[in-house]
């Protein structure tokens, strides 16, 4: 099995606490809520959002995705930080065994902050992943990002 890191940042002027809770701690209630033409729904199927949770997201009818399922590993709301592991869905499961995402929201300057993410993709075999294999869900979890912080610097007292 080989293992393909990506890395990508960006920042916002958004407080990290309040991307951290629309992003990673209610990202169930919100997104489905602000962006309904690509996400339907985002549903526990174990637990309760904490760490050994498993929730499925399921995407707007006429995408080419149907579902995504992931398993949080690890959840820091003191330094922001999640870890979790895409374990099931109908995307390129024929090369890939399983994503590991680490995403942390740090201060920068003006009370806004970096968002880093950190994807591991661990391939089937030695199978090789290239990048125009992932740049669609690149691009498509950076929209999702850009949503959600013009939703929040629209509405200055969701999660303040």
Known sequence: MGVTTYTQEFTTPVAPSRMFMALIIDSHNLIPKIAPQGIK?????????????????????????KFLKH???SLDTENMMCKYTLIEGDVIFDKIE????EVQFSASGNSGC???MTSEYHTKGDMELKEEDIKQG???????YKVVEEYLMANPDVYA
Do not use: P, Q, R
């Not at 729904?41 to 995407?59: M, P, R, W, Y």
């Not at 399983?98 to 995402?101: A, I």
């Not at 690149?138 to 999702?144: N, P, R, V």
């Open 41 to 65: 729904s985002i549903e526990f199927v174990e637990g309760d959002g904490g760490v050994g949770s498993i929730k499925v997201t399921n995407f707007a009818e006429g995408g080419h995705l």
């Open 71 to 73: 398993k949080i590993d």
């Open 98 to 101: 399983s994503v590991v995402y």
């Open 138 to 144: 690149k691009e498509k979890a950076m929209g999702l």
């Open 114 to 116: 970096v968002c880093k």
